[in-house]
């Protein structure tokens, strides 16, 4: 039977030329409340640069440790998918967002697949989904968790329990891989099992009561149920999506943790478990990407202001605090008051040393700006992308790709007078809390794909680094272009055409938010239009073979402060250059100085130069800065300032993405001056 539907399926798909519009990250070609349209999983390939030495890290370290990893005993992964559907005895082991985890894996698996064609990798990719469909339930249903307690008869009343945990949210993931795999291989086999998961939500949503449905944490599968409806059409998904939405904060027992004490349309501020949040708002968007229902994109844009402005990190990551209390919960009863995990806080509550700022929560955030950048073609969206994906998302693993952080702090200090739960040194397994490494895995093997867009009008490009692009535009004509560059390193960027549409077609160039300045030429003449930053500039011309388009964005070293009402950070700056935020550590400083006693310069000269670290080249800043003679806080909470001349010292400032790379010690983004 599952081979039947399996061809007619494939038929399906063919004859209505599905495959061919469902083509990137987010089969939007059909949406019809999103202004761009992604382009295809192939058809960006880096070329050389930093995008080029980070996709090779990918798939030289970073898939093969992971995909190795998620085999072995130590994680249990595979081994849960196994005992599931009956190949062998034992318990499930691991947490319980353990499959979702392994979707993850499989899904930039499936992304690097549409790129370098590698045979090995499809066929890895079978054999895993052979086994899901193994351990698949008649009616869909697949979570090991229950499915191994299903088998062995000691399941129990705790099902609902079970569910509690990460259910649904490990179902959004498979559905969001599979409908990549589709993309990546043209091949139904994984997009099967998806539809008997989306089919099963179905059901299950419509004869679940209130209580019992809302029970779904860190909701991936709003994006994961939509993204179905999109690629194979089916309209009962897209109104499964709608009740998603419809059923939040309908219960006595919604949190703020869970972004459902209160429906989602009367929610206009970021609150709670911040993964958890910024899955749900790049859901929200999905869906009002095929409605179009303006109270959707009203309360995103609000919170997207809140988080933006008051909530997010100079990194761009977020969810600032390990554990705190609900500021809009009924009650400051201590005994009923809601405590919130991994969370966003007040506004302007951003602590540096006990920065939560999950890796997943960043990526989060790239997914919902993605989301929201498909939407209106706003360039500050894409600002948000590019801002995290340098800093808060890299910085969740090492520049060898094989050690991954779970959380990412702005200050390492060895005097910090307590135990964190998560550690600041990079792990090739986080036990009970790997989530973001799997995170991270898909995501640097999906950048190419956030590169361009496409529109009526022509071609957008929203982040900038040395590849080829050879796609369709939304007529059907092909599109090639050449960029060179040398970014992030480096603020030039050229542009050049290998083949082009007869017609007009416009090429919109994303004038970053940080830059001022900025200067375009085309086949050498100067553009004299106004070039605004934190927009798109428009260049509308008929473009021929060998056309070529020049971008200069300046990018000297900028010091950096905060609204006031960041206390934490009140009289610091921080060190950017471009889209990079720069930070100190420990071993440029003589021994027993720690970051914290620096003063920076800010008249410094602040001299770029080019470093290698771990086979990787950074550009580094010089500055002059100094050290007070009494440093010490020995039992001491206050002190008069000292009026003594301070040690002058020179140090080197490297991107923050890169920090903790050679060996423990401290580190500081913000720093006195």
Request: hydrophobic share 35%; glycine share 6%.
């Amino acid at each position: 039977m599952k081979k039947i539907l399996n061809v007619s399926l494939s038929l399906f798909f063919v004859s209505t030329g599905v495959f061919a519009q469902n083509r990137g990250l987010v089969a939007n070609s059909q949406s019809p409340y999103s202004k761009l349209q992604s382009v295809g999983l192939q058809d960006v390939k880096w070329t050389n640069g930093f995008w080029k030495e980070q996709f090779d890290v990918e798939t030289k370290n970073t898939l093969p440790y992971m995909w190795d990893l998620y085999h072995s005993e130590t994680s249990h992964a595979y081994k849960n998918f196994e005992i599931a559907a009956g190949l062998d005895k034992g318990t499930f082991k691991g947490p319980s967002f353990h499959d979702g985890d392994f979707y993850k894996i499989f899904e930039g698996m499936a992304a690097t697949y549409a790129v370098t064609k590698d045979k090995k990798l499809d066929a890895e990719m079978d054999k895993a989904i052979a086994l899901f469909a193994k351990v698949q339930r008649k009616d869909g249903y697949i979570h090991t968790p229950v499915l191994i307690d299903e088998r062995w008869g000691t399941l129990g009343p705790e099902e609902v329990k079970k569910q509690l945990g990460f259910e649904k949210y490990n179902m959004g993931h498979l559905m969001t891989a599979a409908c990549i795999h589709y993309r990546a291989t043209g091949k139904t086999n994984f997009l099967n099992i998806a539809k008997g998961v989306a089919d099963f939500l179905y059901d299950f949503y419509k004869k679940a009561s209130p209580e019992l449905a809302r029970n779904a944490i860190c909701p991936s599968h709003y994006m994961g149920i939509v993204e179905m409806y999109r690629t194979v059409k089916d309209p009962k998904y897209l109104e499964l999506a709608n009740n998603l939405i419809d059923i939040r904060g309908t219960t006595n027992d919604g949190t703020d943790d869970n972004q459902d004490r209160v429906p989602f349309r009367q929610q206009t501020t970021a609150m709670g478990h911040a993964v958890r949040a910024n899955y749900l708002y790049a859901g929200v968007a999905d869906l009002y990407a095929e409605t179009g229902e303006k109270k959707l994109l009203d309360n995103l844009e609000s919170i997207w202001d809140d988080v933006t402005y008051r909530k997010m990190y100079i990194t761009g990551g977020c969810g600032s605090l390990y554990d705190g209390v609900s500021p809009d919960g009924t009650s400051y009863d201590p005994t009923v008051v809601q405590k919130i995990h991994q969370a966003y806080g007040r506004p302007f509550q951003l602590p540096n040393a006990t920065a939560h700022t999950e890796t997943c929560a960043n990526i989060g955030n790239v997914l919902w700006n993605w989301r929201m950048l498909q939407i209106t073609g706003d360039a500050k969206y894409a600002d948000i992308v590019e801002l995290a994906l340098y800093n808060s998302v890299l910085s969740g693993m090492n520049l060898e790709g094989d050690k991954f952080l779970y959380n990412n702090p702005l200050n390492v200090s060895n005097d910090l007078p307590f135990h964190q739960r998560w550690g600041n040194v990079r792990e090739g397994y986080i036990a009970l809390s790997n989530c973001c490494a799997p995170n991270v895995t898909r995501t640097v093997a999906e950048v190419g794909n956030y590169a361009y867009n496409l529109s009526k009008e022509g071609l957008y490009v929203n982040l900038y680094g040395s590849n080829n692009l050879n796609t369709k535009t939304l007529s059907g004509e092909t599109l090639e272009i050449e960029q060179q560059t040398n970014y992030p390193w480096d603020g030039k960027v050229t542009l050049k055409i290998i083949k082009a549409p007869k017609d007009l077609q416009a090429f919109f160039l994303r004038i970053p938010g940080w830059s001022q300045n900025a200067q375009v030429s085309v086949n050498n003449s100067k553009i004299l239009d106004k070039i605004v930053s934190g927009t798109y500039l428009k260049l509308n011309q008929k473009w021929k073979k060998g056309d070529v388009i020049e971008l200069n964005l300046p990018m000297p070293v900028e010091l950096m402060e905060a609204n006031p009402l960041v206390e934490e950070v009140k009289n610091q700056v921080a060190v950017k250059r471009g889209p990079l935020v720069y930070c100190l550590e420990s071993d440029q400083l003589p021994a027993n100085t720690s970051v914290n006693d620096v003063i920076l310069n800010l008249n410094s000269d602040f001299k770029t130069d080019f470093t290698e670290l771990k086979n990787r080249k950074l550009v580094t800043i010089e500055a002059t800065s100094k050290v007070a003679s009494d440093n010490s806080w020995n039992k001491t909470l206050y002190k008069p300032i000292s009026t003594k001349d301070g040690k002058s010292l020179t140090v080197k400032l490297i991107p923050y993405f890169a920090w903790g790379n050679k060996g423990q010690g401290e580190m500081t983004v913000w720093m006195s001056h």
